[in-house]
């Protein structure tokens, strides 16, 4: 086994904003399908008319006002009324046009963001199973998990408000300034810069320190979930060592450190809204003070007070809101730049670009001089050559720890051999595609792990195609058919999370009956008897026997009983090959292997 190393969450510093964006930014804007880029174009242009009507309607508000408080002669209140309710009701009809253009814009969008989401959420997934064993072994589910969980949900709202939000806010800025230049005077429009600078500067300076608060926040969130995960996942272990009040004492630890973290982004927020309000209110008060000192001097209306006054809380609204939108954009990131960096990890067994099909024509097995290690400074085989005929049966045996179960591994191609070759009817396995050799072989672990699911979609898990008549077969094969049509509920019965539902031996006929549907020409054994006990040992030995008939078999083994019948057995010791041969001749050479028959045999007579 590789050896296991400490998990470390990715920061966003694997990841800049800039380059997160542009991992993005193809999901919006692909070549195909065209209806994506039709949608966009389609919201863009609602977004524009929606504010331009927008930076229209306090024009529509100050008529209003002059109509109902004209300067000079007065005309009839009949003909003030008129005009006012008029410009009143434009106004108004102004009101729902931007808010109906607003909708209309996110129902184009809509359908964009969420196949983006998909397509991404679809694309961790994937990679995720792509990435090598030695990953895997090395992360701990839990954390990983709640990377993809934020680094979705991070993708949602950046679609959702940068396309959206943070573009359209910036052009009604800018529209809002230029009619303020033109229609009043340079001043307002510097107050309106003054205030624009400030709060952005404020904002982003402070966002910036809450960023590191996040991720913290974020680094504790991954360590409770995954402690929370973790204890589960191993419920009777901890039943096992009456280990509750210490399961809870560590997640209350985790938890702790997240509600120190919690508060301190919580009190930070409250500084941000508190600075924000501030300048807002500052620049609110200093237009509306020239505004009124031009209304005491007849250079402005009332109605021009109104619309500066209109104009003013248009500009406060977004401002607020775009540095609620920055603090979520950049928390954002932070959280996509972990999932991105994940999606940055290569995989280290890759398809070579010219990689055909595995073709098993006999399927005879060689390795030809195998060196493997798992870290530089160890090496765990040391030049194995083995072959194992079409149709035979070879049997490794050895200590823990000599290197037979990594010569499965290597077999499946979980790993790439440091040194050497393996083959498979003269097809260097390095050369084919994962896909085809993973087709060609199947497996049977010492401790089958079954999905959450019924007994039927775990067997038919090994052949999604396959019928009813052939799912009962390979369940007759496994000697488990019987079993199930006992349960109440038949093959639809339950399993429970990995299993638990079922003793070990019941999963092993599960597990082997799903391998045995798949109907694989190569079969590796990997120990899968080891875990049981005597009895339900020699009823798994017979559906593997079964299982092995006209097959080419590699089995790995701990007990030798169960492989004295093997054509060929190797005895492994410290990644070397030892002795070879059937059983009866590697009795009759009196070492390694005879050695260990003769302490089992007696470990069984005791047993009895």
């Known amino acids: 086994m590789p050896p296991e190393t400490r998990d470390s969450t990715p920061s966003a510093g694997h990841a800049s904003g800039l380059q997160t964006l542009r991992r993005v930014v193809p999901y919006l804007w692909p070549e195909q399908p065209k209806w994506v880029r039709t949608r966009v174009v389609w919201a863009l242009i609602s977004l524009l008319v929606a504010k331009l009507i927008a ?53 184009f969008f809509a359908p964009v963001g969420q196949r983006a989401v998909r397509l991404l959420a679809l694309e961790t997934f994937k990679h995720i199973h792509a990435l090598s064993l030695r990953y895997h072994l090395t992360r701990k589910t839990g954390g990983l998990s709640r990377i993809i969980e934020r680094g979705i949900k991070g993708v949602e709202f950046l679609l959702r408000f940068t396309l959206l939000s943070i573009g359209p806010l910036t052009l009604e800025l800018l529209l809002i300034s230029v009619v303020l230049m033109f229609l009043f005077d340079v001043w307002y429009l510097l107050i309106v810069l003054a205030t ?13 320190w809450r960023v590191k608060l996040r991720r913290e926040m974020n680094k504790q969130d991954t360590d409770a979930n995954q402690k929370a995960i973790d204890s589960l996942l191993n419920f009777e272990t901890v039943k096992y060592f009456n280990a509750e009040e210490r399961e809870a004492e560590r997640y209350d630890s985790s938890m702790a450190a997240y509600q120190q973290a919690a508060l301190k982004t919580s009190y930070s927020l409250a500084f941000l809204n508190a600075g924000q309000s501030f300048f807002i209110s500052c620049g609110l008060a200093g237009v509306m003070i020239l505004a009124a000192l031009g209304v005491a001097d007849g250079s ?45 990890q290569p995989s280290e067994v890759q398809d070579k670009p010219d990689a055909s099909g595995l073709k098993v024509t006999e399927g005879l097995i060689e390795l030809d001089n195998v060196r493997f290690s798992y870290d530089p400074e160890r090496e765990v085989l040391k030049g194995i050559s083995l072959s194992v005929p079409a149709g035979q049966t070879l049997a490794i045996v050895g200590a823990s720890g000599s290197g037979k179960s990594t010569i499965g591994r290597l077999l499946f191609r979980f790993y790439d051999v440091t040194q050497g070759a393996i083959r498979i009817d003269g097809q260097d396995i390095r050369d084919v595609t994962q896909s085809s050799l993973h087709a060609s072989i199947g497996v049977v672990p010492q401790d089958t792990v079954l999905f959450n699911d019924t007994i039927r979609y775990n067997i038919a898990y090994g052949n999604q195609d396959a019928t009813e008549a052939q799912i009962y077969a390979a369940a007759q094969a496994a000697q488990i058919h019987d079993f199930i049509m ?82 060929q057995i190797v005895v492994l010791e410290a990644g070397e090959v030892m002795e070879t041969g059937t059983h009866a001749e590697l009795l009759a050479l009196d070492g390694r292997y005879a050695s260990l028959w003769r302490r089992q045999a007696a470990e069984r007579l005791n047993d009895h």
Do not use: C, W
């Not at 030798?560 to 093997?566: F, G, M, V």
């Open 196 to 208: 624009v600078a400030a709060y952005v500067a404020f904002t982003f300076t402070v966002t910036e």
């Open 55 to 107: 930076v229209g309607s306090p024009y529509l508000y100050k008529m209003a006002v002059d109509a109902l408080a004209p300067e000079g002669e007065l005309p009839t209140l009949a003909g003030m009324a008129i005009g006012a309710v008029g410009l009143t009701i434009l106004y108004a009809l102004a009101r729902v046009l931007t808010v109906g253009l607003q909708q209309l814009r996110d129902v």
């Open 486 to 567: 006992s349960l109440p509920k038949g093959y639809d019965t339950q399993v429970g999370e990995r299993g638990l539902k079922l003793s070990g031996g019941e999963k092993q006929r599960v597990g082997i009956a799903r391998t045995l549907l798949k109907d694989p020409p190569l079969l590796i054994l990997d120990e899968a008897t080891s875990a049981l006990d005597t009895g339900t040992e020699q009823g798994i030995q017979e559906a593997l026997s079964r299982a092995a008939e006209g097959r080419t078999v590699v089995t790995i083994a701990h007990r030798l009983s169960t492989i004295a019948d093997a054509d």
């Open 300 to 344: 402005l209306t009332v109605g021009d007070f109104v619309m500066v006054n209109a104009y003013m809380i248009q500009i406060t609204s977004p401002l607020n809101f775009l540095g609620t939108v920055y603090r979520e954009i950049r928390q954002s990131l932070v959280d996509m730049g972990e999932m991105f960096h994940l999606l940055g």
